[in-house]
């Protein structure tokens, strides 16, 4: 079958009418070359187009990878390919899935995994041939730019073979263009662009400073199915608070009636009677769940599975369900603006903000979305009191009122000045900021050069990885040179040797990489840049 026809058939085949976005990027997947970069917000069926890959890999006898960053959302479409693989008249099983957790056919012939999983297979290209391998989707694109992960993406890029079609899949990327001519140069690859901006089902933002989150959520689920603003999925950036405020919900009235014997039915069949079980259980019946990556998979899955029947009113997350996950989730609360360990959080990246807000209002379930984010507790408790204490008048004379607001003002709610607090101008520093550019972010692990070395003991190989990273001159420099401090670390420690034999080191200590973060205050180098425009500005 021709490309043509495979495109044609693939368009017939779509269960409805292609927004232009998906149609320009399908015309762009079948006839181009080498693969597309499609930039589209969040919630506009960038799986309709990834699955044309996957349609193609299966009519032409080829395999294809399938990549995303999460657990639940490799699982999801996992789900959502066999059903497709399925309508298409290809059997279930002719799609597999892997992840650290899970394998179901690992060789089929479409490959749903997690991305590290193809990056291990590219490592070991002895075990898992390439050949065959028509095409890699890479879903959620912009983890090239993870901090800790992102070398992962990068180094799949650069290892796969050239045969390999690519489509990279991303709501935020800040630098498309930059980023395709640094693919070409380097890489040799000429991707084309689909890019869309509207986001089909409007959101709305609303920061709410004065209501606490067990009042905001009982609100939430108040009216009927058209008004309620349920279900919503509640961001929480630490397991322990993801427990914690899921069991200060309970007694909270937030589902229907309706709702509530359908879930019971639903819980009493699951038997759980060991670890959180029991406690996971009791907090389902009150519509109410908890998704983390600590908690075992089969207990994720149920959670996913009840929110996906709108069973759930709530369910209290961590970042496991931030991007690319499509649940029915009318709204999304972000009950932090701020991440990171006690006294040195740090507001999130405008990119993992806006895919948290993405997973409110999905095509399928809403035509609108709603995005709430609440202060922290002593600040909503600042508002409360400050409300009370500026209704007496500065200038009354009534001794009552003067004596009440002396007690009130004994009473004045603090802060703790170890804790990072957010305001609702970071939050709408984080609506309006555009998306982060993707460049090469963090060093070479250390376990990522030893796997390397032992896969190919030639270091110009490696230093050929180093160069050609999307970073600035000094940056690859300085990645070079801390490249060479590893290498003679190893060979020093005798872990490789070295040929021909370096010259004696005269500091041998590792120093830190440079960092590439944004707004990093401790740069050892200028802020970052390149060609035009400059990449450290998003
Ligand atoms: N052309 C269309 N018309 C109506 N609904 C659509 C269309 N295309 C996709 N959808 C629906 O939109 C929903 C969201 O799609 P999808 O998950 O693919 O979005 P996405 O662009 O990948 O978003 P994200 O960036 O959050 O991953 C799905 O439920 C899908 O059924
Ligand atoms: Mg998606």
Known sequence: MTRDELATKYLDQLPYPPYPVQEE?????????????VCAPT????????????FEALHTNTVAYYTTPLIALTEQKFQEMQASAERWGFRRDDVGLVTGNRKVNPNARVLVVVAEILLNRLLHQDGFDFSHVSAVVMDEFHSFADPERGIVWELSLNMLPKHVRLLLLSATVGNSMEFLNWLDRMHGRKLELAEGRERKVPLTYRWVPDEFLNDLLVDMAKGDDASRKVPALVFAFNRDECWSIAEQLKGLDLMTGGQKTALNAQCDKLEWPHGVGPKLKQ???????????????????????????????????TETLASGINLPARSVVLTSLVKGPFGKEKVIDPSSAHQIFGRAGRPQFDTEGFVYAVPHDDDIRLVKWKRQY??????????????????LLKKKPTRNNQRKYWTEGDFDKLKAAPPARLYSKG?????????????????EKIRTVVKKRLLDQPRIEAGMKQLDRM???LHEREFVRLE??????????????PRTGEGEKSLLLPPLRFGEGGAGGG
């Open 25 to 37: 990027a399908l015309l762009a997947w079948f006839t181009s070359e080498q693969g597309v970069l």
């Open 43 to 54: 919630g506009t069926g960038k799986t309709m187009i990834a699955q044309a890959a996957l």
């Open 283 to 317: 907090m389902l019946r009150r519509g109410v769940g908890v998704h983390h990556a600590g908690l075992l998979p089969k207990y994720r899955r149920v959670v996913e599975d009840l929110f996906e029947q709108k069973l759930l009113s709530v369910a209290l997350c």
């Open 390 to 407: 500026d209704q007496i008048p500065e200038t009354t004379k009534d001794p009552g009122l003067i004596k009440q607001k002396k007690s």
């Open 443 to 459: 060093p070479l692990p250390w376990r990522l050069l030893a796997y390397l070395l032992k896969v190919s003991p030639d270091v």
């Open 487 to 489: 290498l003679m670390i």
């Open 500 to 513: 021909p034999e370096p010259p004696p080191a005269e500091d041998p200590t590792p120093q830190p990489p």
